[in-house]
């Protein structure tokens, strides 16, 4: 399981809640770095200067310090959420070279106002000397980049995205939420596999927007027929399908 989502999301709460509430490993990105930041070794005072800088960390430490907190965990057969990883495109693609198919990516989403509100945040806690408007473009800077990288983290596991909107919720309602939706996907016991529904029904019955609310709210892939024998006629034109 994985939690994405810009600066504000409260991302390392809810994924701890939830890693608290399931029994699961919870793994911060954020937390693993900074505890590797106190090492004296030279990738630790690589994360250091990195952090120190506002600066994301050089993706090749990020991945080696991630895959070894995973595969920790599946040695020893532990479920596991992590916060806050992938964040840029060669650590997803690393990802997927650890033959990790994810059983769900959750992004929080919040508004770009309160984002940058808590970069602003988190680099006068870091440097009490940046303000001003030195402060609102490093701010700027620092959100136009995470953005960016999202786009191409998108871009690469779009299929398993599952987007929840934070905006003016309270965490605890937010966890409660995210609880309810995961409760549905993995049973205590239960193999871990997505669960499959069948809804049907005779014309008029709100069969599709039905299934597009479900699908939504518990973070489900939508298949419909109709759209897939539409698409396949809009490829092959000439061939007749029939509805």
């Not at 940046?130 to 136009?144: D, I, K, V, W």
């Not at 919720?169 to 997505?194: C, E, S, Y």
């Not at 939508?222 to 006629?233: F, I």
Request: hydrophobic share 35%.
């Amino acid at each position: 399981m994985f939690f994405l989502g810009p600066p504000g999301c409260s991302r390392l709460e809810n994924s701890g809640a939830l890693a608290e509430y399931f029994q699961w490993k919870h793994i911060s990105t954020g937390d693993t770095l900074r505890t590797a930041a106190e090492a004296k070794t030279p990738a630790g005072q690589r994360i250091a200067e990195c952090l120190t800088k506002f600066q994301y960390v050089d993706d090749e430490i990020v991945i080696d310090t991630i895959k070894k907190e995973i595969e920790e965990s599946e040695k020893n057969g532990q479920s596991w959420i992590l916060e806050g990883f992938p964040r840029t495109r060669a650590q997803a693609l690393a990802l997927q070279k650890l033959n990790i198919v994810p059983d769900k990516f959750v992004y929080l989403g919040v508004t770009q106002a309160v984002s940058i509100a808590r970069i602003r945040q988190n680099c006068t806690e870091i440097n009490n000397g940046l303000y001003g408007q030195e402060l609102e473009n490093t701010a700027q800077s620092l959100f136009r980049e995470f953005e960016v990288n999202h786009k191409e983290v998108s871009d690469i596991f779009a299929k398993f995205i599952y987007h929840y909107d934070c905006n003016e919720k309270q965490q605890q309602d937010v966890a409660n939420d995210l609880a309810r939706m995961l409760r549905v996907r993995f049973r205590n016991g239960a193999p871990r596999r997505p669960p499959k529904c069948i809804l049907v029904g005779p014309p008029g019955c709100g069969r599709t927007a039905q299934c597009e609310i479900i699908a939504q709210r518990f973070g489900l892939v939508k298949v419909c027929p109709e759209d897939l024998v539409r698409d396949e006629q809009e490829r092959n034109p000439g061939v007749k399908l029939r509805i």
